[in-house]
């Protein structure tokens, strides 16, 4: 390296010395290019329909008398997508609970001059299964949901994580820096034909090229879980803004990837000035799918946060 670049790289920040720079070392051993995590056997669970307003949504149940886990989808999934933390979850001694919202799988949305709210959804949900007070895990879509839910309901959540959501604010400060993002063409319409295909837009460039079994596999549940396409008719049920949130006194965990493209890092730090009580957690080698992507590291962290707020198990 001449000295010019070594004086730019040292003006631009880009770390390491010369001797970094130059030494040449042989690696001891060959790299893994991905370290695949099986699917978990899953426990048994109830599975059936809870009556909402002018709809049915479907749902499962572990059971146990552990504190319950509810789990909310993102919007490209179902029900089906939580196979990593299902046993998991269970097996550390919690209730775990997840439906399909109105139009994924299984769940019948209804009329479409009816939709309800998905915030209204969650709570009639857990008020059909007597859920006094639970721990919210809401991914995506599902992580607006959840904090809809947390917004109208705090009294009814012990921990609230919300995992690579955008949680879309009714915030200026908000929309400047998700335009920033650049992200038009994703947020096209279903049959548009610039939208790039949905494991593009969720799962991130490190799993796609390191694991294409575990692309197919998250894509077959993406079909499944969506045969119809997406159910665009609903309202969260919550004004969101930085007021609303800010009165929000539940324990809020925002965790993401570092290669998610639509909620990056920088937006999690900017809700976490707005929530009062909440910290943030980044996940290494993963995008908007850190659930799936990373499991175990997600599993981790998220069953820390939750028995931190946790009376038992």
Not at 4 to 23: N, P, V, W, Y
Not at 122 to 128: E, F, K, R
Not at 196 to 209: D, I, Q
Not at 227 to 253: I, R
């Amino acid at each position: 390296m001449s000295l010019a670049a070594i004086a730019l790289a040292a003006t631009l920040g880009i770390g390491g010395t010369l001797s970094a720079q130059t030494e040449n070392t042989a690696p001891t051993e060959s790299p893994v290019v991905w370290e695949t995590v099986p699917v978990p056997e899953q426990v048994a669970a109830f599975e059936g329909y809870a009556d909402v307003p002018d709809a049915k949504l479907w749902y499962w149940d572990t059971g146990g008398e552990g504190e319950t886990i509810v789990l909310l989808h993102p919007w490209s999934q179902s029900s089906l997508i939580w196979k990593y933390q299902q046993p998991v979850f269970a097996k550390a001694g919690y209730r775990v609970v997840a439906l399909s919202r109105r139009g994924a799988y299984k769940s019948i949305p209804g009329p479409e001059d009816n939709p309800g709210t998905a915030s209204g959804d969650v709570l009639a949900l857990v008020d059909s299964l007597g859920l006094d007070k639970f721990h919210l895990v809401g991914c995506a879509a599902g992580g607006v949901t959840a904090t809809a839910f947390a917004i109208n309901n705090p009294e009814r959540l012990r921990s609230l994580t919300l995992c690579n959501s955008i949680l879309v604010p009714d915030e200026q400060e908000w929309r400047d820096m998700f335009s920033r993002l650049q992200l038009a063409p994703l947020d096209a319409t279903e049959n548009s034909t610039t939208l790039p295909p949905v494991e593009w837009r969720e799962l991130g460039p490190n799993y796609r090229a390191g694991n294409p079994e575990g692309t197919q596999a998250w894509v077959e549940l993406e079909h499944v879980g969506r045969p119809q396409g997406h159910y665009n008719g609903q309202p969260w049920g919550a004004e969101v803004t930085w007021e609303t949130m800010g009165k929000m006194n539940v324990p809020v965990l925002l965790l993401t990837g570092d290669g998610d493209l639509s909620a990056p890092p920088a937006m999690q730090r900017l809700f976490a000035q707005k929530f009062p009580n909440a910290q943030t957690h980044v996940i290494d080698e993963a995008g908007h799918a850190t659930y799936w992507e990373q499991p175990e590291e997600f599993n981790r962290v998220v069953l820390d946060w939750i028995g931190r707020h946790a009376t038992k198990p």
